[in-house]
């Protein structure tokens, strides 16, 4: 009975955690460069040390601007109401990327903009493998099947509550959304923008015939999502953009998660998600968004090795916990506490060491106190929900235990349009 209550409890504690944010971790505690506040401004050049590839150009040097867009080479400060694509310079490449380029103004504090460059680390390993498999899931058809894209740096823009421009704050309307832009630094480069909310479309001025909340307007002056080369013909622009609608990014998605829009940009033109997308886990397992992976407990009782066996038959491999947000998973919702193999075991090599099954690398971890003992020198195998949920233990790998196996999405899910949500 004290144990039901306890998995109870500890499940509706879940249910909150995962009222889960579409934005990947943003914010000056990872690191983020924070922006000036004002209603036109702009950062200095951030020269990235490998290529983004955008419109078939290779381009390094990069400015965030207050009003939604990161351009390429020069600052793009101005909000004109104009629909992509239009000119920005005829003779040199001036281009940019626009998850919301709308007349934002943060002046008086109105929101936060933040920004960082993301190398390849150990430490955000997990974070390069999230948006790898959601670029491996939404292009499939253009890539072989066998090779996962492997992202050699992101630049993650974030506007955090921001407002819209208006002689006064009349009403408090903010949006909040996050570009990311991720590269392997010599052929494929991919954007996902995240939006968390979106409650405002059109900045408040004479010209734009906007509500005072920021909605409505002229359509030039309304919220445009795309990608403007700025020679007035290549370019790309969502069709909701300069209409009511694009208040509903935060609702639909071109990957079936809401809120959620990915983009091949290397090529002469920029790409959506094929008509297919593999977003669906198969009958029986779980998908857990954040990680853009599928998961099925089995309660039933074999041996690590068995386990691992029975994983691979079903096309996946027994789970590796390499986020806080797996581990949570895995110990709250679907294995509901019951101790469960996991995917890791000690190296044979180096009885201090251990290693997930498939290579990622062993950072995050969850030990309960005074484990791993290595009790009897023979506990080589990875459990978690060891005396409570979440907490690991070694044990013996012949010992048999329920088992948790991961996989990627494989089932196929047509979009049917461009804003399925
Ligand atoms: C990967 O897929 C390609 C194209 O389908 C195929 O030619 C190649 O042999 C595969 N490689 C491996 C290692 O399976
Ligand atoms: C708007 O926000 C400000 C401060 O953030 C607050 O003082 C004011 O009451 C709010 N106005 C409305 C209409 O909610
Ligand atoms: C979205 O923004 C509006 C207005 O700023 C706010 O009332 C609402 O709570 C926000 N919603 C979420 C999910 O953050
Ligand atoms: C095992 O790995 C630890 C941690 O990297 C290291 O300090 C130790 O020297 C290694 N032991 C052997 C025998 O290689
Ligand atoms: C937007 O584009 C999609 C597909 O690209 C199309 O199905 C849809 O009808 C378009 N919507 C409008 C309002 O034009």
């Known amino acids: 009975m004290a144990l039901v209550t306890r998995i109870t409890i500890f499940s509706a504690f879940f249910s909150v955690l995962y009222a889960q944010s579409v934005l990947f971790p943003y914010g000056e505690e990872v690191g983020d460069d924070l922006m000036v506040e004002g209603d036109e401004a702009t950062t200095s050049s951030i020269i990235l040390s490998e290529d983004l590839i955008i419109f078939g150009d290779h381009v390094y040097t990069f400015h965030v601007n207050t009003n939604g867009v990161i351009s390429v080479n020069n600052a793009f400060v101005t909000f004109y109401p104009k629909f992509i694509p239009f000119t920005i310079s005829p003779d040199e490449p001036s281009f940019f990327i626009a998850p919301f380029y709308a ?40 890539r072989f099947i066998n090779k996962t894209f492997e992202g050699e740096f992101m630049l993650i823009v974030t506007w955090d509550s921001v407002s819209y421009f208006s002689e006064e704050d009349k009403a408090n309307h903010t949006n909040t959304f996050q570009a990311v832009l991720i590269s392997d630094g010599e052929v494929e480069s991919y954007a996902i923008f995240n939006y968390e909310n979106i409650s405002w479309t059109t900045g408040v001025s004479p010209n734009s015939k906007a509500n005072p909340d920021g909605t409505g307007g002229t359509p030039g002056a309304m919220a445009k999502v795309g990608f403007n080369y700025g020679d007035g013909v290549k370019g790309f622009m969502l069709n909701v953009s300069g209409t009511d609608d694009v208040i509903n990014m935060d609702e639909t998605s071109n990957i079936g998660i809401p809120g959620r829009w990915i983009f091949r940009l290397d ?10 997308i593999r977003t669906r886990c198969l009958p029986g397992w779980t998908f857990l968004e954040i990680e853009y992976a599928c998961y099925k407990f ?16 079903e096309g996946g491999q027994l789970a590796t916990v390499t986020t806080p947000e797996k581990n949570d998973f895995i110990a709250g919702s679907i294995t509901g506490g019951v101790k469960t193999w996991v995917g890791a075991t000690r190296n044979p090599m180096n009885e201090t060491l ?7 690398p ?8 005074r484990e791993p003992n290595n009790w009897g020198d023979a506990e080589d195998c990875l459990n978690t929900n060891f005396v ?6 070694d044990h013996f790998c012949q010992n048999r235990k329920a088992f948790i196996c991961e996989m990627i999405p494989i089932a196929d899910e047509s979009r049917g349009g461009e804003e399925t949500s």
């Open 103 to 142: 007349d934002i103004d943060t002046s008086g504090g109105r929101g936060n903009i933040y920004y960082r460059y993301v190398g390849r680390a150990d430490e955000n390993d997990y974070l390069f493998k999230r948006v790898q498999r959601m670029v491996d899931a939404a292009f499939f058809d253009i």
């Open 267 to 276: 090529q002469a033109e920029i790409e959506a998600p094929s008509e297919t």
């Open 298 to 313: 089995y309660n039933e009782h074999r041996n690590w090795w068995e386990a691992d066996r029975k994983c691979k038959r």
């Open 354 to 360: 251990w290693e997930w099954i498939t290579d990622e």
């Open 362 to 369: 062993w950072y995050f971890h969850k030990w309960r106190k």
């Open 388 to 393: 409570r949920p979440g907490l690991w233990n």
